[in-house]
């Protein structure tokens, strides 16, 4: 899970890019649960400060 802490209007970049197939998706930029075996970056902040909460759950594995 990831959980924008910084209001999207005080940075620039930053975009969470994930690729669940084989088109690109921009996340919202609020917050996003998603398996995080799906291929994901985050584009360079080009202005001001991003933070982030990044969580990770651990369960049994996929099968």
Excluded: C, K, N
Excluded at 29 to 53: C, Q
Aim: charged letters at 15%; proline letters at 10%.
């Amino acid at each position: 899970m990831v959980v924008q802490l910084t209001d999207p209007a005080d940075y620039a970049g930053g975009a969470l890019e994930l690729w669940p197939d084989s088109h690109i998706r921009t996340a919202p930029r609020a917050g996003l649960v998603f398996p995080s075996f799906v291929l994901h970056r985050v584009t360079p902040v080009t202005a001001g400060t991003r933070w982030s909460l990044t969580l990770w759950a651990h369960g049994p594995a996929f099968r």
